[in-house]
């Protein structure tokens, strides 16, 4: 018998599992490039590219060494602290473009995103800080 929320093999679905979750990452740039590692949903050098590295360098102006590392926490649902949010505009296969409307900027993330929900979350909510510098740029 499977209940709301598992699956056949007695799993939390991502969906289930992430809802109402932070999840936290730490960018840093590897040859001048956005990047994150997650090794918990097996993702390493991930890039962040089309729009989303431009608003990185934005969102990090005031951030001593981002390059160098910064913690970002991200939900799909409002949380205390949260920094800026990126309300879902459309589809782009295979990824999905985001609005940072405060700013009149727009970024697509990629199928990583997949690893975090079942599906696009209406809106990504975001809090930037400055992180513990231990990775270097060139990593």
């Known amino acids: 018998m499977t209940y709301p929320g598992q699956d056949r093999n007695n799993n939390r679905r991502k969906t289930e599992m992430n809802s109402n979750q932070i999840n936290v990452i730490r960018p840093y740039k590897y040859h001048g490039q956005w990047v994150f590692d997650d090794p918990a949903v097996d993702l390493e050098r991930e890039a962040f590219v089309?729009?989303?590295?431009?608003?990185?360098?934005?969102?990090?102006e005031d951030i001593p060494n981002a390059e160098n590392g910064f913690i970002c926490l991200f939900s799909g649902d409002?949380?205390?602290?949260?920094?800026?949010?990126?309300?879902w505009k459309r589809e782009d296969p295979p990824g999905n473009t985001y609005e940072w409307e405060e700013n009149g900027m727009e970024g697509w993330l990629c199928p990583a995103l997949d690893r975090y929900y079942e599906s696009a979350p209406r809106n990504l909510y975001?809090?930037?800080?400055?992180?513990?510098?231990?990775?270097t740029a060139t990593r």
């Not at 089309?50 to 990090?60: F, N, P, Q, S, Y």
């Not at 975001?126 to 990775?135: L, N, S």
């Open 78 to 87: 409002p949380f205390p602290g949260h920094t800026a949010r990126l309300i």
């Open 126 to 135: 975001f809090q930037i800080k400055a992180g513990e510098q231990t990775q």
């Open 50 to 60: 089309a729009g989303m590295d431009t608003i990185l360098d934005v969102i990090t």
